[in-house]
């Protein structure tokens, strides 16, 4: 697998999985994904073209998405902390918008009618699980490693955060190993998350 892999990559890798002693509640399992270390890579050559307007555009967006939130609107909340990306990527965004997205789900099951039989089933669901979390939670949580945001790191929002990816990354293992027809209760996915990041 390592011989597919840029320098860089490796590089990468071998910082982070260090920084992984020095911080035990971060989650190691997080690097086994190459959408992660694509992702990490990414940002890794951006960051040198990066603006002072940049990060202040996207620490705006990040209180934009924070409001959101808090008013329960995870539709707007996602899109804020999506677009904080291009700004300047950063842990707080991904982690946000990574809660975010599937809260927005759950929102969105709960107003459909219940005259349907099943409103998610499995045939994309593990699939969709697996590039989500990997592109959300993973690269956030790394990334306040790489960036030692040790405030983050110790906040309550960065612990619960690797404690939803863990549980999330569970259901995607359970799911992927069910037949396509197999209905998801939504409720596992709330209970993965738990109450909101932010109140």
Known sequence: MMNNVSLSSFN????????????????ADILDS???LRI???????????????I???????????KAYLQQ????????????????PNAYAYIMAGDTSWRMLISYNKAMTSEQHCQLNNKYFPHDLDQDISQTYEVGLALAVKDKEIKLMESSIY?????SHR??????????????DVCIDVN????????????
């Open 40 to 54: 990490l890579n990414n940002i890794d050559e951006r960051r040198g073209k990066m603006t002072a307007e940049g």
């Open 159 to 163: 612990k619960r955060a690797i404690e």
């Open 73 to 88: 609107d995870y539709r707007k909340a996602y899109r804020a902390y999506y677009n904080s990306y291009p700004n300047y």
């Open 167 to 180: 549980c999330l990354r569970k259901l995607y293992y359970f799911y992927k190993s069910q037949p396509s």
């Open 34 to 36: 190459p959408n992660t």
């Open 188 to 199: 596992n996915i709330q209970t993965c998350l738990g109450k909101p990041l932010i109140e």
């Open 12 to 27: 990468l890798w071998a910082f982070i999985s260090f920084s992984v002693l020095a911080f035990p509640c971060f989650s």
């Open 56 to 66: 202040s555009a996207a620490k705006s967006l990040n209180k934009e998405g924070d």
